[in-house]
């Protein structure tokens, strides 16, 4: 089978943290051709969707002092070849976040791929209707206090009332733009007027959990099903878990409250097409609902010795297998 993925340029991705090269890794593994494009490699030509494809070989990373090692020329790309995209087997979108307009205007390219020849995943229209803040809101039950807003006198009487609260912008990626809002604090205006570019856009404010300190859980699910997890916890004087500001990652269980929420999840994101997502969950509740680029899958394999690209190959192709 052939299976493509939009990643960000190649050139700047870490094979042994990337969960997108964890995925092609697999697929090669498998015995698929893989292929990679960008976003602005993608057209629309009589109806269909194109996009400017290279085939991708991989030399897989290997495991050694407890982490894992790549080589320096770790892939190698072939010709261009500017192709339908109903010729691939399987797209997979991993670009990452923030949903700029260029980024919508991919997944509407994306609507121009013909189904019953190729699966998306996740679903274009699916990606749209997400927003990886606000997407989880309709699961009242496993969200913490949330509100979202743009007005700096709903805001500030919310975190007088709760004491403590987390502000997170809705475009926001890998912790970028949270902050840690307290009673009291004299910067609190300011903070507010800044990340609501005075009053123009709004944010999340949720309270602020106090098993924060403990790890941000993140949890990957496969067509609704979770299928592994990682706990990612603060250091130094940062607040934040997020790996990508430095938070260190640990074994974690999945719990009988973790499996509850994906229980609650899991018709929703069937329904809207989200098929490879990852959830954050603080002290048993549900903060984020990852579907733009869900990353962890490298951080859960080495710490618990498994392999959950292969196990989402094996998945797509079971899915192509029975027919779309």
């Given at each position: 089978?052939?299976?493509?993925?939009i990643?960000?340029?190649i050139?700047q991705?870490?094979?042994?943290h990337?969960?997108?090269?964890?995925l092609m890794?697999a697929?090669?593994?498998?015995?698929?051709?893989v292929?990679i494009?960008?976003?602005e490699g993608?057209?629309v030509?009589m109806?269909?969707a194109?996009a400017?494809m290279?085939?991708v070989?991989?030399?897989p990373?290997t495991?050694?002092?407890n982490?894992?090692l790549?080589?320096t020329d770790?892939?190698?790309?072939g010709?261009?070849?500017?192709q339908?995209?109903e010729t691939?087997?399987?797209?997979?979108?991993r670009t990452?976040?923030?949903v700029t307009?260029?980024y919508?205007y991919?997944?509407?390219v994306l609507?121009?791929?013909?189904?019953?020849k190729t699966?998306v995943?996740?679903?274009?229209?699916?990606?749209?209707?997400?927003?990886?803040?606000?997407?989880a809101?309709?699961?009242?039950?496993?969200i913490?206090e949330?509100?979202?807003s743009r007005?700096?006198?709903?805001?500030?009487?919310?975190?007088?009332?709760?004491?403590?609260?987390?502000?997170?912008?809705?475009?926001?990626?890998?912790?970028?733009?949270?902050?840690?809002?307290?009673?009291?604090?004299r910067?609190?205006?300011?903070?507010?007027?800044?990340s609501t570019l005075?009053?123009?856009?709004?944010?999340?404010i949720?309270?602020?959990?106090?098993a924060?300190?403990?790890?941000?859980?993140?949890?990957i699910l496969?067509?609704?099903?979770?299928?592994g997890?990682?706990?990612?916890?603060?250091?130094?004087?940062?607040f934040?878990?997020?790996?990508?500001?430095g938070?260190?990652?640990?074994?974690?269980e999945?719990t009988d409250r973790?499996?509850?929420i994906?229980?609650?999840?899991?018709p929703?994101?069937?329904?809207?097409g989200l098929?490879?997502?990852g959830i954050?969950?603080?002290?048993?509740?549900?903060?984020e609902?990852?579907?733009?680029?869900?990353?962890?899958?490298?951080?859960?394999d080495?710490?618990?010795?498994?392999?959950?690209g292969?196990q989402?190959?094996?998945?797509?192709?079971?899915?192509?297998?029975?027919?779309?």
């Amino acid at each position: 089978m052939k299976f493509a993925f939009i990643i960000d340029p190649i050139q700047q991705l870490d094979p042994g943290h990337d969960t997108s090269v964890a995925l092609m890794e697999a697929a090669q593994a498998g015995g698929h051709e893989v292929w990679i494009t960008q976003a602005e490699g993608l057209g629309v030509e009589m109806g269909r969707a194109m996009a400017r494809m290279q085939p991708v070989t991989l030399k897989p990373v290997t495991l050694g002092d407890n982490r894992w090692l790549a080589e320096t020329d770790w892939y190698s790309l072939g010709e261009a070849v500017y192709q339908p995209l109903e010729t691939m087997d399987m797209v997979m979108m991993r670009t990452d976040p923030p949903v700029t307009i260029p980024y919508l205007y991919t997944t509407y390219v994306l609507d121009y791929v013909d189904p019953s020849k190729t699966l998306v995943m996740n679903s274009p229209q699916g990606l749209r209707a997400a927003n990886e803040k606000m997407y989880a809101l309709q699961f009242a039950q496993a969200i913490p206090e949330t509100i979202v807003s743009r007005d700096k006198g709903v805001i500030r009487q919310t975190v007088e009332r709760w004491g403590r609260a987390v502000l997170k912008p809705l475009g926001g990626k890998a912790g970028e733009g949270i902050l840690f809002l307290e009673q009291g604090d004299r910067n609190l205006n300011s903070m507010i007027e800044i990340s609501t570019l005075q009053g123009r856009e709004p944010v999340m404010i949720q309270t602020y959990l106090p098993a924060a300190k403990d790890g941000d859980k993140r949890i990957i699910l496969l067509d609704g099903d979770p299928i592994g997890a990682v706990n990612r916890i603060p250091t130094g004087n940062e607040f934040r878990g997020n790996m990508a500001v430095g938070g260190r990652v640990a074994q974690v269980e999945i719990t009988d409250r973790d499996l509850e929420i994906c229980t609650q999840l899991a018709p929703t994101l069937r329904r809207d097409g989200l098929m490879f997502v990852g959830i954050d969950i603080i002290g048993g509740y549900l903060t984020e609902v990852n579907v733009t680029s869900p990353t962890g899958i490298r951080e859960i394999d080495r710490l618990n010795d498994v392999r959950l690209g292969k196990q989402v190959m094996e998945w797509i192709q079971h899915k192509l297998a029975k027919g779309r």
